[in-house]
């Protein structure tokens, strides 16, 4: 989907397919370096990194593999709840892994603080994040981010993977989502 296909959607666009993209390129290249002769795992996070794992999947020059976990910390609002629910687990073995996780989106950043404890307590080797987009503002918990793609204002995004209420995921941009459209 195109912005042009929702644009009374959206108050602006933050970034196009092409800066997202490049931006992924980017990290890939710094992961590349980081993990030259490793073997990492992939961890994406459902349902929101869908887009972003693939294509940053995709872009890798060096071997890694993929699992997917779903963790939910959204009731049925815009903000987080701060209970972390596992609605699917991962597949893989984590110890004596080199575990990346990949993320669309950090807010308040409790989801991520409490899925890094997790992963750590499974005997990974290593766990780094690599989120796509970041909203300092709306930080409650200092997580540490070691692939960084955009720091964002702190709106409400959709798009390339990003959500309301299930819908705009497959927006090839990102773009802050009009307030008539959730008010």
Known sequence: MDTSDIEGDLSSILYTEEQIHQKIAEVARLVERDYAGRDPLLVGVLKGAVMVMA??????RI???MDWMAVSSYGSGTKSSGVVRILKDLDSDLHGRDVIIVEDIIDSGLTLSWLLGNLRGRGAASVEIFALL???EAATVEVDVK???FEIPNEFVVGYGLDYDERYRNLRAIGILAPHVYS
């Open 55 to 60: 294509d940053f999947a995709r872009e890798l």
């Open 134 to 136: 970041r909203k300092p």
């Open 147 to 149: 692939y960084a793609g």
């Open 63 to 65: 071997p890694a593999t």
